[in-house]
């Protein structure tokens, strides 16, 4: 990826040389802007669905909002993982009203029309309603009539995504080293990964891209989660261990990017923390075993001990820390969006190791979390500002080389350099004809 | 009165003064209603199913599962003014307990149902949040005095929406 030289456009300014990288606040603050990105960057991009662990069986589905459009998730009767429109094709409504569950068939509540799992319609309602259709309406071929599909799914890792422009380029080329990451998670355990039920859902009156901005900020932490710092401390307290509060920034290609540290936040893979016990202690000491057995030293410690936060751009994030996160952002307006989280787990995971996962999440995530909280507060309070006062430009230049590679390049974890990566994509993106 | 009677006005006494200082941000005085030793637990269950109460955290993602250590360090937490989500103006509270039913006695546990309505103001939304649900606690008599061993709260919500997080007591 070769770099971009200093520009200067409607919503970012960029000079390496003099350490300028600014973003125009109307990119948060214009109902207009959001119109315009929804067509030129939301629509053209992959964004994440969900996880094979979500529907594992035949039959499995799940139902979800990506962007504007309600999906259906599922894997029909011949194994086959389809990604439906949420519509009859005779007169509208959703054919699927449940979140998840497992189903042959999709029944439209208005008049009764039944699709296979497969997307095919089978029936009208009646064999007499039947008859009063065209018969190639129920062939398995193309002629039938069939729950409208989205063209491009794919999946990494087993992370799916999809996307809505018929002109998308390959999921792996999109992802660029984001792709790395993704295996770097799979690699956890051999036995993959089972869905844990239940999901974070929230609401923030703010632009869905601070969000991203702020899931791999790490200069944020001091400051924003001095009590949730206080309580990694307290949690640490006598142990003698390093909090670990270091690490580095990675820009993916494409405008993904994360951050990676050793943080002593705890994680069932494969970091102990002193008021888990002894048992867990062992219990973990036996799970990072297996996972330096497995891929070396390097690799293997690595794995353990570095939480990951990553933002696939424009709007997904996998985080890799407390737990498997997949937070799928929805926005709903230039000031309001959705946050979605749900989480993963290995499906070999002892129930220790499990039980201390499903409480560690919370001590951390989510809308009564110690952090999250506090970190929408933040949100909410630059949405706030960037609509009441006359303040033009956003400063992300902490940390900025003169040589800087924007796109590709490394830089400590608390630096800018994730967001910049991000608005340089959104901007080359929003700046096409 | 009756020993049930009286034991029902002790209950919602207890309940109603519990409910004063969450509402009051007295936080400390707040936790010090709870058991002095032993584990505790209080938890905010998951939203997305009806019968939440039902269905284990470790089988689960609840939005709160706090044992003794966290529930302290979130009392902590929460009296801090980097506690920024509610500094510093924090929300103001209103909890009405209602239909207080089921209460089983055993030894000195009792166990008791209440239905919950918590207004909740916040300074920069508009409007009042009603934050709906039940509510399953676990009270212990010490002497005379009762204490909390658990508060299970179960919330008739589908996703949490104006204002999205909970950084307070309900």
Known sequence: ?433 | MTDKLLLKDKIETFLFAEADCADDWKLKEWFALWADEGDLLYQIGPLDTPNGAEISHNDMLYLVSDNRFRLEQRIIRLQKPTAHAEWPIRSRLRHSYTNLRDIQVEGNRINCKVNMLVARTRRDTEGVSLIPGYVLFQLEQHQDQLKIRQKRIFLDLHMLARPGTMALII
């Not at chain 1, 139902?63 to 009767?77: S, Y």
């Not at chain 1, 110690?370 to 909410?380: G, I, K, Q, R, Y």
Request: hydrophobic share 35%; glycine share 6%; proline share 4%.
């Open chain 1, 1 to 433: 990826m070769s770099k971009i030289p200093p520009y200067e456009s409607k919503f970012v300014q960029y000079d390496p040389s003099q350490q300028i990288f600014r973003v125009n606040r109307d990119a948060y603050r214009c109902p207009e802007v959001f119109e315009e990105e929804k067509q030129k960057v939301l629509y053209k991009s992959w964004l994440v669905l969900g996880h094979e662990a979500e529907i594992e069986k035949k039959g499995d589905f799940v139902t979800r909002r990506i962007i504007d459009r309600e999906l259906i998730f599922n894997r029909d009767n011949n194994g086959q993982v389809n990604v439906f429109y949420n519509t009859c094709l005779h007169r509208g409504p959703a054919v699927c009203k449940q979140k998840s569950g497992n189903r042959k068939t999709f029944v439209c509540p208005y008049h009764g029309w039944v699709y296979r799992n497969t997307g095919q319609l089978i029936s009208t309602g009646s064999h007499e309603f039947d008859a009063a259709y065209p018969k190639h309406y129920f062939d398995e071929g193309e002629a039938g009539v069939k729950l409208k599909r989205v063209k491009n799914v794919a999946q990494r890792a087993g992370f799916y995504f999809v996307n809505f422009d018929d002109d998308a380029i390959p999921l792996d080329e999109y992802l660029a080293d984001a792709g790395k990451r993704l295996d770097r998670i799979a690699s956890h355990t051999t036995a993959g990964f089972e869905m844990i039920s239940g999901v974070h859902e929230y609401e923030i009156k703010a632009n869905y891209k601070l969000l991203c901005e702020n899931s791999y900020d790490g200069y944020h932490l001091n400051q924003t989660h001095a009590t949730y710092v206080d309580y990694m401390m307290e949690m640490l307290k006598g142990a003698d261990i390093d909090p670990g509060v270091r690490g580095n920034a990675y820009s993916l290609g494409n405008g993904h990017a994360c951050f990676e540290m050793p943080i002593l936040t705890g994680r069932p893979i494969a970091q102990w923390l002193p008021p888990w016990g002894e048992e867990a202690k062992q219990k973990i000491a036996e799970k990072r075993a297996e996972v330096i057995a497995r891929l070396g030293e390097e690799l293997g410690n690595d794995v353990c001990d570095m939480n990951s936060n990553m933002v696939v751009f424009p709007n997904s994030v996998i985080n890799d820390q407390q737990t498997i996160l997949i937070r799928s952002i929805v926005p709903v307006a230039h000031n309001r969006m959705i946050a979605r989280a749900w989480t993963i787990a290995p499906k070999d995971e002892d129930p220790v190791l499990r039980s201390i996962r499903m409480e560690n999440i919370l001590s951390f995530l989510g809308p009564g979390g110690f952090a999250t909280p506090d970190d929408v507060s933040m949100l909410e309070w630059a949405q706030t500002a960037y609509e009441s006062t006359d303040v033009q430009w956003n400063d992300f230049s902490k940390g900025m080389r003169a040589d800087e590679n924007t796109l590709r390049d490394s830089s400590s974890y608390n630096d800018e350099l994730q967001m910049r990566a991000y608005w340089l994509q959104w901007d080359k993106l929003m700046s096409a004809v």
